[in-house]
Each structure stands twice: as C-alpha cells, then as structure tokens.
C-alpha cells in the first residue's frame, strides 16, 4: 500500500534558520504530493503541492520539489520565523475524483526568537 | 479559500454512549471526507462520501461508525457506542468542485480541512 515517511522531530531552530523536513513516499503510479501545516489548536492547511514529477510547489517562502527518482517531497524554506512553529505533513494522494489523503506521522518545528 | 466547519469543537461523552459529529457544508462542495488524528500520531484516513453514498472507506471504519448527508444539508459521522480508543480529533475535508459542461471539474486533490471536533471518551 501507500505510504509516507516524515523525519521525526521536534525540530528546534532559531529565527532565520534554514529549514528542511524530509519526506518520502511508497506509491505506485504517478501521486500527488502535499504538505498540510497545523497551527496550534487548528486545522490542517494545505501548504503546498505538486501534481507531477520536478514540479516545485511554493507558498509562504515554503518550497519543496517533487522528486520521482528518490520518491521525495521534502520541505525547505530558506529562514524561517517564529510564526512558522506547527506541525508539518506531508501527504499523497492520486488524482482520481474523490482520493483519500495518506498522510505522513507530521513533524513539529520550534523556532525560537 | 473555500471554508469547512465543524461543531461541536469539544465533545465530551462516555464509553458506550452515542455521538453525532457534524461537518458544515458549502453549497458546491461535493466530495466530503472523516479523518482522525489520534493524539500525537499521524491522521487517518476514516471514510469518503459522494452523492450520498460512500466512495471509499478504511479499516477503521467498522460497523460502529456510520455517515450522511441527509437532505444536502450538514455531513455527520456517527459513533454509535465509543470506546475509549475513539477519542481523536476528527477532520472534515472536503473538495471544491464545479460541474461543468463535460462533468466535474476542479481540483480533485485539494482537500479543504474543517477545524476539528476534539472527541474525549471517559
């Protein structure tokens, strides 16, 4: 079956720090890939996507590269902020109407001021 | 952003006893969706629904728990006698789509998140 695999956190930085959070799948075919932010004591947001294999997503100074060779998605942004302290998933999901979400075990980021 | 709500935002219930969790619809989602996150681990994939019946639906999704949408209004999920091992966070999602000429269209995987009902079984 699918599967998604997350560095285990907490990850702790300081403001301005450089962030990545790895993240890679077992699918079969062509998924789509997702990261979803979770806010303390809120939902799950999408963050960013790709739809196909090199495409980039970015949002929020956030970016991360859909990689077929490696079966990777990880999460970089080049300085982060406290305000950027959540939980971070990374997700799957194939494009057929209706597709479930698998979802990755989400890691925390702690940056302090 | 096309929002999804959820009430209660809290249910607090005891073992054995019945809940109805409810996810607030907008007009033109269609594709709806039950995830759980048990606390500090990952979130779960529990049931899809489409036209009033269900897509998809997981391991997790046993005979006790049951979803509708009657008459196009609120989607509910259903506990219908909790154990302790249900207590989670569930998730409404739900997919923006627009039916056009050739069918539907819009983004088929991006998935609107409600806020969550925090469920505690005693």
């Known amino acids: 079956g699918n599967s998604v695999t997350q560095m285990e956190g907490p990850v702790t930085l300081s403001e301005e720090a450089f962030l990545t959070i790895n993240c890679t799948y077992t699918?079969?075919?062509?998924?789509?890939l997702f990261w979803y932010v979770q806010y303390p004591g809120e939902g799950l947001q999408l963050l960013l996507k790709a739809t196909k294999a090199d495409d980039k997503g970015s949002n929020k100074g956030f970016e991360a590269t859909y990689r077929k060779e490696t079966t990777s998605f990880h999460l970089e942004k080049g300085s982060v902020q406290v305000s950027d302290s959540a939980v971070y998933f990374c997700?799957?999901?194939?494009?057929?109407?209706?597709?479930?979400?698998?979802f990755g075990g989400g890691t925390r980021l702690m940056v302090k001021p | 952003e096309p929002e999804v709500t959820q009430t209660p935002s809290h249910q607090v219930t005891q073992m054995g006893q019945e809940v109805i969790l409810r996810c607030v619809p907008i007009?033109?989602?269609?594709?709806f969706y039950w995830y759980r996150q048990i606390l500090g681990q990952k979130v779960e994939f529990l049931v899809s629904f489409y036209n009033n019946e269900i897509s998809e639906k997981s391991e997790i999704f046993d005979d006790q728990f049951s979803v509708e949408r009657p008459d196009g209004s609120n989607f509910t999920l259903k506990i219908r006698s909790t154990k302790l091992e249900d207590s989670a966070m569930y998730f409404c999602a739900a997919i923006l789509t627009v039916v056009g000429r050739g069918g539907l269209t819009g983004s088929y995987n991006e998935q609107f998140f409600g806020p969550g009902t925090r469920l505690t079984v005693l």
């Open positions: 007009s033109n989602h269609l594709y």
């Open positions: 997700a799957l999901s194939y494009n057929n109407a209706g597709n479930m979400l698998t």
């Open positions: 699918a079969t075919g062509y998924p789509s």
